[in-house]
């Protein structure tokens, strides 16, 4: 139990970085993350923007508690915020890819008019695994061993601008493999798109997150019906049902971490109440904090 609590403390970036064959303040590559023990045992929420190819063999995982396997060519993209527990990982797996911070995703994401797509970003928490054909998956394996030379080479004036350019570039191309499957919106930079996007980025990377929408519209400058009106044009949901499906993200997360009780959770999301989250939990899980992990206990219990 202490290994297992000692794991669950860890950041989810210094997990990671156990496995990284390169790491900085801003990337890290890895092509071993069918050796770290603590991603099979446990659930870490990702505090980055992750790209993994399968090249060889299977696994099977679960993101944001639904489960995936993952086979050849089989591509896989967590925003920050994604809940991540490995199930079982074949002996013959092997992968490679690559860690963003939330910040310098951002940067690059802005500078290659991409990816902020709400319609993009919304398709991939349904559907984080995006099956790549063969020429795709070796040209993305192309991208990864030409900016793993380029991060590890001799450092020199331009080297930032050059890895800039080859994750923009790889970027546009995961773009035309994704409008396989929807149709994505071109870009805009209009004020309801990007107060909409700085919503997200606020929600996304507040932590305990306020779940009125009168905050965000004060921190945003504009009246909370202004900004459920915006969530609702860009989005297709409300202010309101944004902001609980990423505080339940946390809730569940904290949920599954086995040295904090139920009231330390309540505390740490600023609940005024323990009374107050059980209801709020059992209103969007349909069942209550304890009956949940008692849930969770179940599962694992069949699972070995």
Known sequence: ??????????????????????????????????KIDAIEQNTIKADFFLVILCLKGKASLSLNNNSYDIGPNDLMICHPQTLLKHGTIGDDF?????????????????????????????YLDQHPIIPLNEEESQLFCQYYHLLYSKLTGTPHRHQRELINSLLQAFIYEFQDALEKYIQLRPTSFNSSSNLFNAFIELLVSSYPKERSVSYYASRLFVTAKYLSAICKENSGETASDLITSYVMKDVEYLLKCPDKSIKEIANELNFATLSFFGKYVKRNLGISPKEYREKLSQQTEQAQ
Request: net charge negative; glycine share 2%.
């Open 1 to 34: 139990m202490e290994k297992e609590i000692e794991l669950i403390r860890m950041s989810s970036t210094e997990i990671i970085e156990k496995v990284a064959t390169y790491k900085d303040e801003q990337v890290i590559i890895h092509n071993q993350v069918n």
């Open 94 to 122: 092997e992968c490679c890819g690559f860690c963003l911070s939330p910040e310098y995703a951002k940067r690059v994401f802005i500078l290659s008019a991409s990816t902020s797509n709400w319609c993009s970003r919304l």
